[in-house]
Nanobody, 116 residues
Framework: DVQLQASGGGLVQAGGSLRLSCAAS????????IGWFRQAPGKGREGVAC????????FYAPSAKGRFTISTDSATNMVYLQMNSLKPEDTAVYYC?????????WGQGTQVTVSS
């Protein structure tokens, strides 16, 4: 079974930082790009950042550029999202998935709450 489990969320004040982790099992990283997505209350799910472990290419949504950094460790099948200068509008449940996303791979996500 494929599992992509996000963790590392929490409550942080505006301007603070968090590092999210995505533990992947059942897939080979080199076969996929892996992305971080988020869903804020009352809004649809949106892509935040993605990375191709095969060639190292990264992509950031405009809202994440300059503040978030995605990285991967293919040896351990982990993907990380370092989030700095967090804003209240970053409050959401964060998920990791392949890119493009595969429906059955969505996990529980991890809650990030940024207080003002």
């Amino acid at each position: 079974d494929v599992q992509l489990q996000a963790s590392g969320g929490g409550l942080v004040q505006a301007g603070g930082s968090l590092r999210l982790s995505c533990a992947a099992s059942g897939i080979t990283f080199d076969d996929y790009a892996i992305g971080w997505f988020r869903q804020a209350p009352g809004k649809g799910r949106e892509g935040v950042a993605c990375i191709s472990s095969k060639d190292g290419r990264v992509f950031y949504a405009p809202s994440a550029k300059g503040r978030f950094t995605i990285s991967t460790d293919s040896a351990t099948n982990m993907v990380y999202l370092q989030m700095n200068s967090l804003k209240p509008e970053d409050t959401a449940v964060y998920y990791c998935n392949t890119v493009p996303a595969i429906y059955s791979y969505w996990g529980q996500g991890t809650q990030v709450t940024v207080s003002s």
